[in-house]
Structure formats: structure tokens, C-alpha cells
């Protein structure tokens, strides 16, 4: 083993200016060739310090920089405009009236990374989180991790293509949301209910005693 100090972030190992202990050929064939680390001698020891102070000082702009970012994120009122698919039709040829117009494909994270680019905020598509799976107009959040630990949410709306008032479309749509998860969760509690009412009537019909217990009970008396 062997000691080297860190200058740069290292996963699973440490952050610039840390003092570890590693295998010799990690040190002496990758950390100090890559120049991610020297090698933990009296003068680099003391300038361990130095680099710590550096680095914290580093990590303090970044974290600014990150909450002003999450600042302008959660200010933001993102309309999102896609195509969407015509109405099904049911077994009688009749066209389905759909709460929430379904989309052709999925809003990604891919998009809500380009978003924020056109917006002016650096973000990388794998920073970006989406809550749910979105196959509908409606209205959603999106959680984007920024530098120093810092989290933003951003909500924003998706309407159908060309819609003709954008602010009215985004009320209908996210309306339309509320009452399709209201009957959702309505249709849930209505399964529980006929499920418990069904086991509650099966424990009553093996409590019931049938005719062949009358006999035996009486063929016992005799």
C-alpha cells in the first residue's frame, strides 16, 4: 500500500486534497500517470492544506452556481407542445372520448435536458429525472441534479400540437389529470371493497354448517 494525495475528485475514493491509502500499482500505474494524485511526500503533505482550502473554495462556487440554477429551474413555466393520437374506437365503431389525449411516443429526458439548454441553464439529459412515464397530455415534474448535491423540480405542462390557447389548453389538460386519477383512485377503492366483501362472504360459508355436519353430529348421538 501506499499513500498519495488526491487532486482531483475520485469516485469511491476521495476528493481533491484527501490523503488515502492505496495499492501500489493503482498509485504508481494509473492515479499519478493520470495525474489524479501524487505521491505523499513531506512536501506534497504539506501542501495538503492548500489544495484542501482550493478545493472547498471550488466546491462553495459551485454550489452558488447551482442554487442560482435551481432558482431560475423552479421559476420557469415550460409548455411543451406534441403530437397527439386520434380517439380510439370501441367494439361498436364509436369513438372513445378520452379524458387525456394520448401522445404519439413519450416526452424523455432527452427533452427536458434540451429545454433547459434553449433556456439558457447547462444540463445533461442524465441529470434529468422524469417522476412519471408520460404518454398523455397533462401536467408533470421533472427532477434535475445539479452540482454540489443540489436538486431542482420543474414543473411544466404538455398540450397537444397547435393548440390555439396555450394557457386555457394547459387548465383543460391538467383538470382532465386531476378527475382521471379521481376516478383511478375511485375504481382502486371499489376492487378493495368487492374484495373484502367477497372474503368476508367465503369465511361466512365455511363457518355455515352443511347438512353431512347435521348427520354426523347426530349419528354421534345415536
Known sequence: MMKVILKEDVPNLGVVGDLVSVRDGYGRNYLIPQGKAVFAS??????????????????AQATAEANKSKSAIEQMQVVMQAKVAPPQMNDDGEL????????????????????????????DHR????????????KYVAKVRLDGGVEAKLPFWVIPEGAADVEAEKKRVEAAQEAAKKEREEAAAREAAAAVAASAAMAAEEREPTDDDEDSFGSDED
Open 42 to 59: 513531506v512536501r506534497s503533505v504539506g501542501e495538503l492544506d492548500h489544495q484542501k482550502r482550493l478545493a472547498a473554495h471550488r466546491r
Open 96 to 123: 372513445v372520448q378520452e379524458k387525456l389525449q394520448r401522445l404519439f411516443g413519450t416526452i424523455t429526458n432527452r427533452d427536458i435536458a434540451k429545454v433547459l439548454r434553449d433556456s439558457g441553464v447547462k444540463a
Open 127 to 138: 441529470r434529468v429525472t422524469l417522476v412519471d412515464t408520460i404518454r398523455t397530455v397533462g
